[in-house]
């Protein structure tokens, strides 16, 4: 299934990452775009996810030298849109993997497209590693530990259920029952045109 692979990549992901676990640390994909399209695109993905996650940490340190911070947020910034346009490979991937499929009379749209399905699950996967972090902390108190134990039993079981809803997604799109369209992103703060502060210094 699917979201057996993307989970199995997204574990392969973090864990690489968290070796160095820098967010300066510089990128190799695992998978090549030429033999492993779809993988190297989840690879990619979850490696923009993950270094997020540490961006968003570091940014909350509330000693952090205000030049420091506002670099990092522009960091942040350059991240969001990596990872939106990583969703719109993503999206396009199963478009064009499904475009000689005849959507039936009845045939209905999702509330979301399949990459943002796969964004979840990518997000998810770092929750889980993280919360796991904590449940097995040694410097932890043993209420701290069994509190986030709870958490990451949810979190498991949010995840095979995205994983389900994704998997159910694809099956149906693949047989017609459902169709995908993707909007693409209109970001508006992004725009020089179509932010007034960018648009006043012009």
Same mark, same amino acid.
């Given at each position: 299934?699917?979201?057996?692979?993307?989970?199995?990549?997204?574990?392969?992901?973090?864990?690489?990452?968290?070796?160095?676990?820098?967010?300066?640390?510089?990128?190799?994909? *695992?998978?090549?775009?030429?033999?492993?399209?779809?993988?190297?695109?989840?690879?990619?993905?979850?490696?923009?996810?993950?270094?997020?996650?540490?961006?968003?940490?570091?940014?909350?340190?509330?000693?952090?030298?205000?030049?420091? *911070?506002?670099?990092?947020?522009?960091?942040?910034?350059?991240?969001?849109?990596?990872?939106?346009?990583?969703?719109?490979?993503?999206?396009?991937?199963?478009?064009?993997?499904?475009?000689?499929?005849?959507?039936?009379?009845?045939?209905?749209?999702?509330?979301?497209?399949?990459?943002?399905?796969?964004?979840?699950?990518?997000?998810?996967?770092?929750?889980?590693?993280?919360?796991?972090?904590? *449940?097995?902390?040694?410097?932890?108190?043993?209420?701290?530990?069994? *509190?986030?134990?709870?958490?990451?039993?949810?979190?498991?079981?949010?995840?095979?259920?995205?994983?389900?809803?994704?998997?159910?997604?694809?099956?149906?799109?693949?047989?017609?029952?459902?169709?995908?369209?993707?909007?693409?992103?209109?970001?508006?703060?992004?725009?020089?045109?179509?932010?007034?502060?960018?648009?006043?210094?012009?």
């Amino acid at each position: 299934m699917f979201s057996e692979n993307a989970n199995k990549i997204f574990q392969e992901v973090i864990e690489k990452y968290h070796i160095i676990n820098t967010v300066d640390q510089p990128f190799a994909n *695992a998978y090549s775009e030429d033999t492993a399209l779809l993988d190297h695109l989840l690879y990619r993905k979850c490696w923009i996810d993950t270094v997020q996650w540490h961006y968003e940490d570091i940014i909350r340190d509330p000693q952090i030298d205000p030049i420091a *911070a506002l670099k990092l947020k522009r960091q942040i910034d350059a991240s969001n849109q990596d990872r939106t346009d990583m969703v719109e490979y993503i999206d396009s991937y199963f478009l064009q993997k499904y475009d000689g499929v005849t959507a039936k009379a009845d045939a209905t749209i999702n509330t979301e497209s399949p990459a943002w399905g796969v964004d979840r699950l990518s997000i998810l996967a770092l929750k889980i590693y993280h919360m796991n972090e904590e *449940a097995t902390r040694e410097d932890a108190t043993p209420e701290h530990r069994e *509190a986030c134990e709870k958490k990451l039993s949810v979190l498991l079981e949010q995840r095979v259920d995205l994983s389900t809803a994704i998997d159910t997604l694809l099956d149906d799109i693949s047989k017609g029952d459902k169709y995908m369209k993707v909007y693409k992103q209109m970001k508006m703060y992004n725009d020089d045109e179509l932010n007034p502060v960018l648009r006043g210094q012009k």
